[in-house]
């Protein structure tokens, strides 16, 4: 853990410090969006959702706009993990509707065309958003910049787009190792380089999102999450000490614990399946960040309430991050929100 935010202000560097506290600081994955009548209203004058990503005036408006709206501890950057790929030359479009659809990458030639080298200098206008945003948060209020792990952002680029079976990608893995390794090389150097322009221009903490880590079995886990993992964490703690990562290992399960330590993270999100007795466990090793089921904050009232006090009863001994197990979903109700808000803030 990073002994030097144990006397930070800010409580959510508090909580990555390792220290517990009565109110846990609060923020929510995907706490920008469509769910937000100010998101749907930017985002209809924006063009497409690449090009929202890419107009700093615009993507800082909607990275504040939860922050304004309910006071969050943490505003995080609003961008996506598949600007990685694009900016690497890979054709990566959003289509209304579809989700992500990419050119995919499925052989040597199609690794060798992507260029890891310059993409932070093609992702300016992201490192721009970032300068704003800090420029205008409260002091209280943490900047986490983030950037997809190397495993699921390769899920996209192979795949072509979201997968229910990961047949391509999965068949790639086992089948070509030299040149899926080569996609996961290119990958861990374009997401370090991307990681460290964040923190440069702003980011006070960083998310790597493993989205997809909880489909691949243990020796594959170890080869195609941690290691490239564990190398971009230990970059970021080279070329920025004191910055901490927050690694968000979805569904990994009984491959979390090897996770934590092998990877060198300050903060470990859980997806709503983990049981509390494990998580508590977990905030022995480092802080913990979760996990209340986003479909209960689409239905709201006693039973969201009921399952966010057991997760603080759980959970507030120890470093602890409130969070969702994974992002607000477009159908939630705004109210709903501000209702979980003053649950965990006791008002
Ligand atoms: O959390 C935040 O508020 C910051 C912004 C953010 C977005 N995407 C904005 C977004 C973050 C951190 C992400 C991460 C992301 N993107 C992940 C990892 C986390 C997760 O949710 O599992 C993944 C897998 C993606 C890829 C992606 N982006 C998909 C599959 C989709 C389509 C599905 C959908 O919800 O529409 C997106 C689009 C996207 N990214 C939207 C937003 C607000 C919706 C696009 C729109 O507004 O039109």
């Given at each position: 853990?990073?002994?030097t935010?144990?006397?930070?202000?800010k409580?959510?560097?508090?909580?990555?410090?390792?220290?517990?506290?009565?109110?846990?600081?609060?923020?929510?994955?995907?706490?920008?969006?469509?769910?937000?009548?100010?998101?749907?209203?930017?985002?209809?004058?924006?063009?497409?959702?690449?090009?929202?990503?890419?107009?700093?005036?615009?993507?800082?408006?909607?990275?504040?706009?939860?922050?304004?709206?309910?006071?969050?501890?943490?505003?995080?950057?609003?961008?996506?993990?598949?600007?990685?790929?694009?900016a690497?030359?890979?054709?990566?479009?959003?289509?209304?509707?579809?989700?992500?659809?990419?050119?995919?990458?499925?052989d040597?030639?199609?690794?060798?065309?992507?260029?890891?080298?310059?993409?932070?200098?093609?992702l300016?206008?992201?490192?721009?958003?970032?300068?704003?945003?800090?420029?205008?948060?409260?002091?209280?209020?943490?900047?986490?910049?983030f950037?997809?792990?190397?495993?699921?952002?390769?899920?996209?680029?192979?795949?072509?787009?979201?997968?229910k079976?990961?047949?391509?990608?999965?068949?790639?893995?086992?089948?070509?190792?030299?040149?899926?390794?080569?996609?996961?090389?290119?990958?861990?150097?374009?997401?370090?380089?991307?990681?460290?322009?964040?923190?440069?221009?702003?980011?006070?903490?960083?998310?790597?999102?493993?989205?997809?880590?909880?489909?691949?079995?243990?020796?594959?886990?170890?080869?195609?999450?941690?290691?490239?993992?564990?190398?971009?964490?230990?970059?970021?703690?080279?070329?920025?000490?004191?910055?901490?990562?927050?690694?968000?290992?979805?569904?990994?399960?009984?491959?979390?614990?090897r996770?934590?330590?092998?990877?060198?993270?300050?903060?470990?999100?859980?997806?709503?399946?983990?049981?509390?007795?494990?998580?508590?466990?977990?905030?022995?090793?480092?802080?913990?960040?979760?996990?209340?089921?986003?479909?209960?904050?689409?239905?709201?009232?006693?039973?969201?309430?009921?399952?966010?006090?057991?997760?603080l009863?759980?959970?507030?001994?120890?470093?602890?991050?409130?969070?969702?197990?994974?992002?607000?979903?477009?159908?939630?109700?705004?109210?709903?929100?501000?209702?979980?808000?003053?649950?965990?803030?006791?008002?």
């Open positions: 853990m990073n002994d935010s144990v006397h930070a202000t409580p959510l560097l508090r909580a990555l410090g390792g220290a517990p506290s009565e109110t846990p600081p609060i923020w929510l994955m995907r706490q920008a969006g469509r769910y937000l009548p100010e998101y749907r209203e930017i985002r209809a004058d924006a063009g497409s959702f690449l090009d929202l990503c890419y107009d700093p005036q615009k993507a800082a408006e909607v990275t504040l706009q939860p922050v304004r709206r309910y006071a969050m501890d943490a505003a995080i950057l609003f961008s996506d993990i598949l600007v990685v790929p694009d690497m030359g890979q054709d990566v479009a959003f289509r209304e509707g579809e989700g992500p659809v990419l050119e995919p990458v499925r040597a030639a199609g690794v060798e065309a992507l260029d890891p080298i310059g993409v932070a200098e093609r300016a206008p992201v490192y721009a958003t970032v300068e704003r945003v800090a420029a205008a948060l409260p002091d209280d209020v943490t900047l986490i910049g950037a997809g792990a190397p495993w699921t952002v390769a899920t996209y680029m192979v795949e072509g787009g979201s997968s079976d990961f047949r391509e990608v999965k068949g790639l893995a086992y089948r070509d190792d030299g040149v899926f390794a080569a996609l996961v090389d290119r990958l861990v150097t374009a997401t370090i380089a991307h990681l460290l322009a964040q923190i440069d221009a702003g980011a006070e903490v960083v998310q790597i999102f493993d989205t997809w880590a909880g489909i691949l079995p243990e020796t594959a886990f170890e080869r195609w999450c941690v290691q490239p993992t564990k190398a971009i964490v230990a970059a970021v703690r080279d070329k920025a000490p004191g910055v901490p990562v927050i690694g968000f290992p979805r569904g990994a399960g009984f491959n979390t614990e996770y934590i330590a092998e990877t060198g993270i300050d903060g470990v999100g859980l997806d709503t399946a983990v049981p509390l007795a494990v998580a508590a466990r977990l905030q022995t090793r480092c802080a913990v960040q979760g996990n209340l089921d986003p479909i209960l904050l689409v239905e709201g009232g006693a039973p969201m309430e009921t399952a966010a006090r057991s997760i009863g759980a959970l507030t001994g120890g470093p602890f991050i409130f969070n969702l197990g994974h992002g607000v979903l477009p159908q939630t109700p705004p109210e709903h929100v501000a209702q979980l808000l003053q649950v965990v803030r006791g008002e």
